[in-house]
């Protein structure tokens, strides 16, 4: 097969910013310590991007408080808010739900890298399951050509080219972990991110300040930062999304793979797995006995990447 793969985000840089009006009085606090850790003219051109996402900002966005704390009647507001306001922007309906963990659930990824040939079908597939930015071809998936002997993502390239697979290569697709001890969650300086029940790390993007620690905590890669508002044409916008998930997120914040939480949750498999023409990618609940992810983790010789940090994925790796 030949192929030409990019799946590193190629990320779109603004000029300088001023500083934009923040949601609340703790996360100003937050940045206010950044400010002085960093210098003001490291943290003007570290918060830059905001600007845009400032000025876009609504009253009722404005006074939106953290997922966590909304009720039921906050989340039914809030949601018809957003399908409003993608039905404006882009003359689409959308279904946004707010879907939940699966009660017993822990969600576990893991690929046979046998059987991977780096095609690159699965970061496509995330690119337009998730409604991600076309111009920058962003997706939360990528794929390593790899040397033979050697697990280490450092001596990976992602933007091999021609036939695959290479005898001389093997391929290794990364993207979030879904770490037990995360990292991006601990750094978070206003809580944005957190780790729900069945594994999932989320991201609310209606809090995240956008100062890119998490993007910085991540051993993995495994973050992207919106340096501009995502333009998806609109017959190619997804309707099926989620408020924790692939809903059209803003400019000036920090996104992930939610393992299609808007599928998983509904008893469907993610986008990527389903795009994959090997067969390379296993995807279930570790807690299901009965599970194939099971199986493969209790008879396999599975890997992890960067095992000596201690952050524990839910994403394993495995060859024949």
């Known amino acids: 097969m030949t192929t030409t793969n990019d799946s590193s985000p190629k990320e779109n840089g603004q000029g300088d910013r001023s500083l934009p009006v923040l949601q609340n009085s703790s996360r100003r606090t937050a940045v206010k310590g950044a400010f002085a850790t960093l210098g003001a003219a490291a943290f003007v051109a570290a918060v830059s991007p905001l600007r845009q996402a400032a000025k876009q900002t609504t009253a009722s ?3 939106q408080t953290h997922y966590k704390r909304l009720t039921d009647e906050d989340k039914r507001k809030v949601i018809e808010r957003l399908e409003a306001e993608v039905k404006q922007e882009h003359g689409v309906d959308v279904d946004i739900a707010d879907d939940r963990p699966i009660p017993g659930t822990k969600f576990v990824y893991a690929i046979n890298l046998s059987v991977c040939n780096g095609n690159g079908k699965c970061v496509e597939a995330c690119h337009k399951e998730n409604n991600h930015d076309r111009a920058t071809n962003q997706s939360y998936i990528r794929v390593l050509e790899m040397p033979k002997g050697t697990m280490d993502m450092e001596h990976g ?3 091999y080219s021609g036939v695959v697979p290479k005898d001389d290569k093997f391929y290794l697709p990364v993207q979030c972990q879904q770490c037990d001890e995360p990292p991006c969650v601990d750094v978070c300086p206003v809580k944005a991110t957190w780790k729900e029940e069945d594994g999932i790390v989320v991201v609310d993007y ?3 300040i956008g100062c890119r620690y998490c993007e910085a905590a991540c051993p993995y890669h495994a973050r992207r930062f919106n340096w501009k508002q995502a333009d998806v044409p609109a017959d190619e916008i997804n309707p099926d999304q989620s408020y924790l998930s692939n ?6 914040v920090v996104e992930k793979c939610t393992y299609c ?3 998983t949750r509904r008893g469907k498999l993610p986008a990527c797995l389903e795009a994959c023409p090997t067969g390379a990618r296993v995807f279930g609940n570790i807690l299901d006995p009965d599970s194939n992810i099971r199986w493969i ?3 396999k010789r599975v890997y992890i990447l960067k095992e000596d ?3 524990k994925p839910a994403f394993f790796y495995y060859f024949d």
Request: proline letters at 4%; one cysteine or more; aromatic letters at 8%.
């Open 297 to 299: 983790l209790e008879n």
């Open 261 to 263: 939480l808007h599928r």
């Open 206 to 208: 209606n809090w995240c």
């Open 309 to 311: 940090l201690g952050t």
């Open 247 to 252: 809903r059209l997120r803003p400019v000036g």
């Open 157 to 159: 390239n992602t933007t």
């Open 61 to 63: 966005e404005f006074m």
